[in-house]
C-alpha cells in the first residue's frame, strides 16, 4: 500500500534538539496513582499509564423488586412473599460494559470515595429473577413489599501523563485531561422492607421509591380484599418503562467492538521512519508477517525486512495530545486491536489493512522536548499499551490502566 507524505501534514515536533530543552532525569519508578491529581507532578514511566477522574455523578433510589400486598386482621405475623422484578442494573464502565482491569475497579473506587458510598466495584447485577422478601406484618393494610438500591451513574474523564509548556517556557511533564472519557453505573447494597401508604417516610429514600409504586388513594388501596397479592397498576407501568429504558442502553453499548471497513483508506503519512523502543534496550515492536499473529519485541537486524519501521499517518494533534494511525512499513498494515476481542484486558496489539477505525487511532503523549520517549493509548478502547515482560517475541498488549512499573513506555527512535 502506497504511503504518501503531504507537506499538509500537521508538523508535531517529535524530534527537537536537545538544546531547545534539557529532558527530565529518567525516573526509577512511576508515580503512584494515588498522587495522580489534574496538574499534578507526573514522571517519564507514567507515560504509559493512565487513571480515572470523575467529572459526574447521580444518585437516584431505584426499586428492583416489589409486590403489593394486603395483611388482614387475620392474617397478620411473618409471612414471606415472593416478589416480581421491577428492574436489573448492571455494573458498567465505559462503551464495553464490562470492568475488566484496573482502570474499572480504579473508576468505581472513586465514585464511592467520592460520594460517600459502599457501591460495587466489580461487575455484577441485581437479581433478574423473582426473590422473596420476609416481614413481620404487625398491622392490617395494604403494603408495598420491596428490594432497593441506590443506582449510581455519571461519567468519567482520564489523567494521562504528558509534557505542558510552563509559563516560562520550560517543560515538565504533568498529569493532564486525556483524550477519552466515558460513562459508568454502579449501585450500593441492596436493602429490602414493606411500607404502607400512610407510613411517613425520608424524601428520596429506597422506601419512598417503593411507596410511590403502591396505588395510594385509589379504589385498590382503600376497597377491603382478601389476604394477598394485590397488583398495583403503578408498579406494571415503571417496569415497562424500566424495561424499554433497559433495551434502550443496551442498544447503545457495544458488547465488542465494530468491524474495521473492508476497504483500505488514503493515508497521509509523515515522511519520517520510527522504530517504537523499549528504552535503552535493544528490543522493539515489530509487526506480524503472518495475519494470526500480533506485534512482537523484537531486536532490529538485517532480516527485520522494514517490520520494525513504522509512520505516523492523518495526524493530528490537540492539547499537546497527538493522534496518529501507526503504518509499518514492512507488511503494508495499520496497527490494531482485533474487533473481537477489543473488549478484553490484555487482548494484543496486531496490524490490519488500514481503514477508518477507531481501533486503529492511537494517542501518543511525549515526554518533554529532547526525550524520545512516549506513551501510546487506543483511541477506542481507552487502554495504553504495554508489554507483561521484557523478552524476544512477548507480544504487545492493551492494560486498561496502562502497566503501572513503568513497562508502558517506550521511545519513538529517528530511523
Not at 275 to 283: A, E, F, H, Q, Y
Not at 310 to 327: D, F, H, M, P, Y
Request: with cysteine; glycine share 10%.
Amino acid at each position: 500500500m502506497a504511503c504518501a507524505a503531504s507537506a499538509a501534514v500537521v508538523t508535531v515536533g517529535l524530534a527537537v534538539s536537545p538544546a531547545a530543552a534539557a529532558p527530565t532525569a529518567p525516573p526509577t519508578t512511576p508515580a503512584a496513582s494515588a498522587q495522580a491529581e489534574p496538574g499534578g507532578a507526573c514522571t517519564a514511566a507514567d507515560l504509559g499509564t493512565r487513571h480515572p477522574y470523575i467529572k459526574s455523578s447521580e444518585v437516584t433510589p431505584t426499586i428492583t423488586h416489589f409486590k403489593g400486598w394486603y395483611v388482614t386482621s387475620g392474617s397478620t405475623g411473618t409471612q414471606t412473599v415472593n416478589t416480581s422484578v421491577q428492574t436489573t442494573i448492571s455494573v458498567t464502565v465505559g462503551v464495553t460494559g464490562n470492568v475488566e482491569g484496573g482502570f474499572g475497579v480504579e473508576t468505581l473506587g472513586k465514585v464511592g470515595a467520592s460520594l460517600g458510598l459502599n457501591v460495587q466495584v466489580n461487575y455484577t447485577s441485581t437479581s433478574s429473577a423473582s426473590t422473596s422478601v420476609t416481614w413481620n406484618f404487625t398491622n392490617p393494610g395494604y403494603y408495598g413489599l420491596y428490594k432497593g438500591t441506590k443506582k449510581v451513574t455519571g461519567t468519567y474523564g482520564s489523567l494521562n501523563c504528558n509534557r505542558v509548556q510552563q509559563g516560562d517556557g520550560s517543560w515538565a511533564l504533568k498529569w493532564v485531561e486525556g483524550a477519552d472519557s466515558g460513562s459508568y453505573t454502579t449501585f450500593t447494597t441492596l436493602e429490602e422492607g414493606a411500607v404502607r401508604c400512610e407510613d411517613k417516610v425520608p424524601a428520596n429514600s429506597i422506601m419512598r421509591k417503593a411507596q410511590d409504586l403502591l396505588d395510594c388513594g385509589s379504589a385498590t388501596a382503600t376497597a377491603k380484599h382478601a389476604a394477598g397479592p394485590v397488583p398495583s397498576a403503578k408498579a406494571d407501568k415503571a417496569r415497562q418503562e424500566a424495561t424499554k429504558a433497559g433495551n434502550a442502553e443496551k442498544s447503545v453499548k457495544a458488547v465488542g467492538s465494530p468491524a474495521p471497513a473492508a476497504r483500505a483508506t488514503a493515508l497521509d503519512c509523515q515522511p519520517a521512519v520510527y522504530r517504537i523502543d523499549v528504552p535503552g534496550k535493544p528490543l522493539n515492536w515489530s509487526a506480524p508477517l503472518l495475519a494470526n499473529d500480533g506485534v512482537r519485541l523484537r531486536e532490529s537486524n538485517f532480516f527485520s525486512a522494514h517490520l520494525d519501521n513504522w509512520r505516523l499517518c492523518n495526524v493530528t494533534e490537540r492539547n499537546g495530545v497527538i493522534e496518529a494511525s501507526l503504518w509499518n512499513w514492512g507488511n503494508g498494515g495499520c496497527a490494531t486491536i482485533p474487533s473481537d476481542i477489543a473488549n478484553q484486558e490484555q487482548a494484543y496489539l496486531t496490524t490490519a489493512t488500514c481503514a477508518q477505525d477507531d481501533l486503529q487511532r492511537f494517542y501518543i503523549y511525549r515526554d518533554v522536548p529532547g526525550s524520545s520517549k512516549i506513551g501510546v493509548q487506543n483511541k477506542y478502547t481507552g487502554s495504553m499499551m504495554g508489554h507483561d515482560r521484557y523478552a524476544d517475541g512477548e507480544l504487545i498488549r492493551q492494560y486498561s490502566s496502562g502497566r503501572q512499573d513503568g513497562t508502558g513506555t517506550y521511545a519513538l527512535t529517528g530511523v
